[in-house]
């Protein structure tokens, strides 16, 4: 059956800050036909693919500091949004989404777009999801650059997790733009507006709404298979590059958790630290800068 869904108008994502990119659109991943997948993709056809992965409640334009440096880099860039997030389209349904939607929207794409030998840049969901994909394509990812995030392999998240988690329970049309202000507080108005532009009102929110209820926190929920197939992957089998950039104000993802992940992912070397809280990408042009720097030496 088809899935009810919403798409933003255009004319709420045009002459965004610092985001002059022209989206892509794919309407026919494995799976999801009917519905439209936003991504930027941008650089020559021929160069390194760096793969962006956005997550909650943000889109692709929080990857706007950062796209410019690999393509000065000559890199090619793509960053997804979600279904549910920025200009891909908005199942209306919340339990449409779940972690196997999630999931396998990203696998899908992933194929249709034939990538292989990339750069896996997460955060937040991006890594929630984005690092389980050695589990379904192993010789995928080459270069790995982490920022504050997690492998959700059914063990508790601490207590300010489920404080966000309720939080986001009982707030079903919350203002995004105002989280993203308190989290990041040197972000402009611009900035915070287009945070806020993809959701016009709360019937645009249910992915937003439903993302931090699927973190798999408990052994039996879905996606831990997966996520522990991942873990022991990046512990005994990578042997690519990895670079980790860790926002230190982060109350939830910070330090204490990225030192765990920097122990799991085999020659992590030390992080960098960066004075941000969650959302590291809004300091991301010297942390792709570093990260490029590491690569090459």
Not at 38 to 61: F, K, Q, T
Not at 68 to 86: N, Q, T
Not at 138 to 162: D, E, H, Q, W
Not at 251 to 272: D, F, K, T, Y
């Amino acid at each position: 059956m088809p899935i009810d869904a919403l798409r933003t108008p255009d004319d709420r994502l045009d002459a965004l800050t610092d985001f002059p990119y022209t989206p892509r659109y794919l309407d026919d991943l494995a799976g999801y036909e009917g519905l439209r997948v936003a991504m930027i993709d941008e650089g020559p056809r021929d160069g390194v693919v760096v793969l962006c992965l956005h997550g909650e409640p943000s889109w692709s334009y929080l990857y706007r500091k950062m796209i410019p440096v690999f393509l000065e880099a000559g890199h090619r860039v793509i960053a997804p949004d979600w279904l549910g997030f920025g200009r891909s389209d908005k199942p209306i349904d919340d339990a449409v989404y779940t972690w196997a939607f999630h999931h396998d929207m990203m696998c899908a794409l992933v194929d249709r777009l034939a990538l292989r030998d990339i750069t896996l840049v997460v955060q937040d969901w991006g890594g929630l999801l984005g690092l389980t994909l050695p589990a379904t394509h192993p010789t995928l990812v080459k270069r790995l650059l982490i920022m504050n995030t997690a492998l959700a392999t059914g063990m508790s998240a601490g207590k300010g997790f489920l404080a966000w988690r309720d939080y986001v329970a009982n707030t079903p049309d919350f203002d995004v733009g105002a989280l993203m202000r308190r989290s990041e507080p040197s972000l402009s108005d611009a900035e915070v507006a287009a945070y806020d532009a993809p959701f016009p009102d709360r019937r645009y929110k249910a992915g937003v709404r439903r993302f931090p209820q699927l973190v798999a926190i408990t052994p039996e929920m879905d996606g831990v298979e997966v996520a522990r197939k991942a873990a022991l992957w990046w512990s005994t089998e990578w042997s690519g590059q990895a670079f980790m950039a860790v926002g230190k104000n982060d109350p939830v993802l910070g330090p204490p958790v990225m030192s765990a992940m920097r122990a799991l992912i085999r020659g992590c070397p030390e992080p960098m630290l960066v004075d941000a809280g969650h959302f590291v990408q809004e300091q991301g042009a010297p942390v792709v800068r570093a990260a490029l720097d590491a690569w090459a030496r």
